[in-house]
């Protein structure tokens, strides 16, 4: 079963609007989580990468007031986009790293349409 | 940067084996291979990953070169379902990011 769990799948929202989107390790805690974001036909591109407990670390061109991520527990990061707009619709993705195990486990993705 | 460089596409029939290449010719010596699939508006999906020796399980095997420095995945009978795009990953562990490459697409045609 999935051990990363995110939520909700697919959102729409208006223009300037924020949206907060959850990535969840179901059975492990996990201190790494990572927030990816993909546009049609290319590659997932790392936004940011969570720390439990920690401010967040942006990839280069990475807007960290308008991506805010919280990573308030060993379980559980949000991303929230805030004042969204068309340009910002886009398939969002997490993972999470086990520290006892190597690789990450992806989320199922968030579809975000702005309109 | 993604360390990997794999071929934009790929296509095979059903019920044959697919090979998909995969070069890291940078990978560092404790840094494992990791391959994972992608179907449509889906999140990643783990397949297999190897260190130095070959890898196999209910899905895929995994053959690495001995100097390491590219490997194959083998999808030994491809179904229809197996078109997806796949990314080979170098994974320096701990906490660290995983970066993705292109990726390559496989299509299996009936």
């Known amino acids: 079963g999935a051990v990363v769990s995110q939520h909700p799948s697919r959102v729409i929202c208006k223009s300037g609007t924020s949206v907060k989107i959850e990535c969840r390790s179901l059975?492990?805690?996990?201190?790494?989580m990572f927030w990816y974001r993909q546009f049609p036909k290319q590659s997932l591109m790392l936004m940011a990468t969570?720390?439990?407990?920690?401010?967040?670390?942006?990839e280069q061109g990475v807007e960290k007031d308008k991506f805010l991520i919280n990573h308030a527990s060993l379980t559980l990061s949000t991303l929230t986009v805030t004042s969204a707009h068309p340009e910002d619709s886009s398939f969002y993705i997490c993972?999470?790293?086990?520290?006892?195990?190597?690789?990450?486990?992806f989320g199922q993705g968030t579809r975000l349409t702005v309109v | 940067d993604a360390k990997t460089t794999q071929p934009t596409s790929m296509d095979c029939a059903e019920g044959r084996a697919a090979n998909l290449p995969c070069n890291h010719s940078t990978i560092s010596g404790n840094e494992y291979v990791y391959w994972y699939r992608q179907i449509h508006s889906q999140g990643p999906q783990y397949i297999i990953h190897g260190l130095k020796n070959n890898e196999t399980n209910e899905m895929a095997s995994l053959i690495i070169t001995e100097d390491r420095k590219s490997s194959t995945l083998i999808l030994p009978h491809a179904t229809l379902r197996d078109t997806a795009v796949y990314y080979c990953?170098?994974?320096?562990?701990?906490?660290?990011?995983?970066?993705f490459g292109k990726g390559i697409t496989l299509s299996v045609r009936p």
């Open positions: 059975d492990f805690q996990a201190t790494t």
């Open positions: 990953i170098v994974d320096s562990g701990a906490n660290s990011k995983l970066t």
């Open positions: 993972s999470a790293r086990n520290p006892a195990r190597r690789g990450a486990f």
């Open positions: 969570s720390n439990e407990g920690s401010k967040a670390t942006y």
